[in-house]
Each structure stands twice: as structure tokens, then as C-alpha cells.
T-cell receptor, first 114, second 112 residues
Framework: ETGVTQSPTHLIKTRGQQVTLRCSSQSGHNTVSWYQQALGQGPQFIFQYYREEENGRGNFPPRFSGLQFPNYSSELNVNALELDDSALYLC?????????????FGPGTRLLVL | RKEVEQDPGPFNVPEGATVAFNCTYSNSASQSFFWYRQDCRKEPKLLMSVYSSGNEDGRFTAQLNRASQYISLLIRDSKLSDSATYLCVVRRRNSGYSTLTFGKGTMLLVSP
């Protein structure tokens, strides 16, 4: 196993609600990236946190936000949920090494928005 | 045009068969290349990195052609346990961070 954990494993919400997903990175890793994987698609990059700062973002609206804590664990928050937000949310941790780092994925959180 | 394109399959092959997957990428600034494997309802797991010189890991051979922006994966002597979705992935360095861009994946079904 990768040592990356995510919670909860599954979640059901309704449109307009807010959700917080959590990720604990592998020991020694200081970078967490979040991805959204819709059914039948590959994972899409949401954003990346390095040493508690967002240092990169994909093509996702501001209602997707995040945090990274001093222990390098991370949260993904999604406000004003839409039906299309239903997906598998994956976090990946890595140890920054000039762009050569390997990302290790957690098992993901399955979010269903009704 | 998608940044990483793959044939979604599914590829249905019998045990013991050889199967090849192809992938093209559009951004010439892509620096590193990978194949990930994803089992149903699980997270992606790194299968192997891909180098221009070609590289092999047991029954798996990966190849990169930077001039054609083309990546391939060859699986020899397919096993039932190889059934999964294979994701072609490129990494590109942006200002201060690197991102992974995934293809949609190619589904492989190996039957007895």
C-alpha cells in the first residue's frame, strides 16, 4: 500500500451543499495533489499544495478550495455542489524533488451528488 | 484536442496473448511519461515509467517516441490478473510545480 489515506470512502450529498474531503499523505511527503475522476474518464488535476500553500491549479472553479496542514495532511472543500461534481476524488502525495517526484495515490473518496 | 489520447477499448484477449496499447500526447513540453494501472473502483497505481530508449519490466515493455509524441505499452503472455484499465500519463513542469495529465484509459479484459 502507498501509505496515503483518504476519508470518507463514500459520501452522498445534495445539490447546493458543501463537502470536505480529507487526505493524509505518506510519511516524509510534503506535497499533496488532488484529482477528480468522473466515470469513464482519467483523473483531472484540481490543485496542488506544497508546504501549506497552493502552488498550482487546474481548470476548476473557485468553489473548489483546499488546505494543507503543518503535518502535510490536506483537505479539499467543494461549495455549492453540482450534479457534475459526482466523481471519485483522489489525492496523491509526493516529496518535492525538482519535478521528478513520484505521486502515490490514496484509495479515493466517492462523492455522489443528488 | 485532448492533451493525452488513448483508444478506450475494451481490448478483449485470451490468456497468453500479446496486446499493445498506444497513446499520443499533444504538449511537446511534456517531460516524463508513465503508464498507470487502475483496477475497477480502485486508485491508479504506477505500472512503469517510459523512457526514450525503451524499457522492460518482466512481461511489460514501454516505448516513447518524442518526435511523434507517441507512447506505447506491450504486454506479453497476458494473465487474467492483467485485466484492468491502463492509463497513459504525462508530466509537465509548470512554474513551481509539476502536473500529471492522464488519458481516459484503455480497458483490457483477459479471458480464460
Amino acid at each position: 500500500e502507498t501509505g496515503v489515506t483518504q476519508s470518507p470512502t463514500h459520501l452522498i450529498k445534495t445539490r447546493g451543499q458543501q463537502v470536505t474531503l480529507r487526505c493524509s499523505s505518506q510519511s516524509g511527503h510534503n506535497t499533496v495533489s488532488w484529482y477528480q475522476q468522473a466515470l469513464g474518464q482519467g483523473p483531472q488535476f484540481i490543485f496542488q499544495y506544497y508546504r501549506e500553500e497552493e502552488n498550482g491549479r487546474g481548470n476548476f472553479p473557485p468553489r473548489f478550495s483546499g488546505l494543507q496542514f503543518p503535518n502535510y495532511s490536506s483537505e479539499l472543500n467543494v461549495n455549492a455542489l453540482e450534479l457534475d461534481d459526482s466523481a471519485l476524488y483522489l489525492c496523491a502525495s509526493s516529496k518535492a524533488s525538482g519535478g521528478q517526484e513520484t505521486q502515490y495515490f490514496g484509495p479515493g473518496t466517492r462523492l455522489l451528488v443528488l | 484536442r485532448k492533451e493525452v489520447e488513448q483508444d478506450p477499448g475494451p481490448f478483449n484477449v485470451p490468456e497468453g496473448a500479446t496486446v499493445a496499447f498506444n497513446c499520443t500526447y499533444s504538449n511537446s513540453a511534456s517531460q516524463s511519461f508513465f503508464w498507470y494501472r487502475q483496477d475497477c473502483r480502485k486508485e491508479p497505481k504506477l505500472l512503469m515509467s517510459v523512457y526514450s530508449s525503451g524499457n522492460e519490466d518482466g512481461r511489460f515493455t514501454a516505448q516513447l517516441n518524442r518526435a511523434s509524441q507517441y507512447i506505447s505499452l506491450l504486454i506479453r503472455d497476458s494473465k487474467l490478473s492483467d485485466s484492468a484499465t491502463y492509463l497513459c500519463v504525462v508530466r509537465r513542469r509548470n512554474s513551481g510545480y509539476s502536473t500529471l495529465t492522464f488519458g481516459k484509459g484503455t480497458m483490457l479484459l483477459v479471458s480464460p
